[in-house]
């Protein structure tokens, strides 16, 4: 009897649930060899990958409560595609071996992730789709920062911190998210209480930090400023109003901290020269 390998065992799988367009197979298999990215590129590609795990699970939940339904769905594919183009970046250029074994555990967990978003938003499966978003964020965070440790620069450390934001950000409103779909648990409420207290801390953070350009200064008062909105809805009841309100002010800070990332990155760069 024939026994497919793992990559063509995931190729029919994908095949036969209609999903082989959105996740694509192992870009281990035919990523053509190219220049390693630079690890401030690196450290920002991986972070991203935390805050696609909460933003494919927030989008799962919100379209479960039929909350902003279409831009929910988007978002998942979205998602999807984003995930695995950000896997063909990080494993393009020969990885060292040990941040090797970390992005291919990093690939079996957004597999993982991938497979459950590309299925139709059922309230019965959002602990399932938490729990496996999770699980992919724990594994992009070791490969963050593993980059991190690669680096001589402290100023390393900044990129992470700015793209973790990308990943609160998300996270405070997916479990907002999960308390109004009757997930009222007492880790929930925690997930809530402590995203909002690290996103406020990484804001003075990166405000005390001494690289800056004018560009940085603004998208981070910016930043301040949409935060105040978000939590401002973090602050009310889950009305279909207030849900509304979460949807689109987590997704305007998911932004502005994605282009701050990105600018912190660029910084970055400029002083490895």
């Given amino acids: 009897m024939h026994t497919l390998s793992p990559v063509g065992l995931r190729r029919r799988t994908l095949l036969q649930s209609g999903s082989a367009l959105l996740i694509p197979i192992s870009p281990w298999v035919f990523a053509e060899p190219r220049a390693p990215l630079a690890l401030s ?13 909460q933003r494919g699970s927030k989008a799962y939940i919100q379209a479960t409560l039929n909350v902003l339904s279409a831009k929910a769905r988007d978002i998942m594919l979205a998602t999807q595609h984003l995930i695995t183009v950000s896997l063909e970046e990080l494993t393009a250029g020969n990885p060292a071996p040990e941040v090797r074994k970390l992005i291919q555990a990093l690939e079996r967990d957004c597999y993982v992730f991938s497979s459950l978003l590309a299925s139709t938003p059922r309230k019965e499966r959002i602990v399932e789709v938490t729990r496996a978003a999770d699980v992919m964020l724990e594994s992009a965070d070791r490969l963050t920062k593993a980059y991190e440790g690669l680096s001589q620069q402290v100023s390393a450390k900044i990129v992470n911190i700015a793209g973790r934001q990308r990943m609160l950000s998300q996270r405070a409103a997916r479990a907002f998210f999960l308390l109004a779909a009757g997930q009222d648990t007492p880790a929930f409420n925690k997930q809530l209480v402590t995203a909002r207290a690290e996103f406020n801390q990484g804001l003075v953070t990166l405000q005390a930090t001494p690289i800056s350009t004018p560009a940085i200064r603004n998208e981070l008062e910016l930043a301040k400023g949409q935060w105040l909105f978000y939590e401002a809805a973090l602050n009310k009841t889950a009305s279909a109003e207030g849900l509304q309100n979460i949807a689109t002010t987590s997704e305007r800070v998911f932004e502005v901290m994605d282009n701050l990332t990105s600018l912190y990155d660029a910084a970055l760069r400029d002083i490895l020269g």
């Fill in 41 to 53: 590129i690196s450290i920002n590609r991986a972070g991203r990958m935390r805050a696609f795990s």
